[in-house]
């Protein structure tokens, strides 16, 4: 499975899941299983806050490519709050391993005080 990143300004968390042709998302199975090759189904026919409605579900050479919103905030890194390229992650199986939406850690120095 395919599944490209759209950042999406949120508090909220993403757990992801692949397995066959089934997404799991937050503990909600998506079966895919029903798109035939070649077919693509507007995210908006499924009933997920998560999927992109921007982005069809599509099926290509037997793997299923999507758009999920991938949660980010404000101070996340640039790079994935407003990437260069888009992010795809390429899952055949098990856990989705989002890239750290954790902001930057700021290094302060301190001067000790004479």
Known sequence: M?????????????????????????????DLSAIPEGYRLPASAIDSPWLSASD???????????????PVTWDSP????IPPEPIVLAITRG???F?????RKLETTVTPQV
């Open 78 to 81: 640039d790079a994935l709050r």
């Open 95 to 97: 856990d989705v391993r």
């Open 2 to 30: 395919n599944i490209k990143l759209f950042p999406f300004l949120t508090n909220e968390t993403l757990v992801a899941s692949v397995f066959g042709d089934s997404l799991w998302l937050n503990d909600e199975e998506i």
């Open 56 to 70: 069809p579900i599509e099926r290509v050479g037997g793997v299923i490519s999507l758009t999920l919103k991938f």
């Open 99 to 103: 890239p750290s939406a954790e902001p």
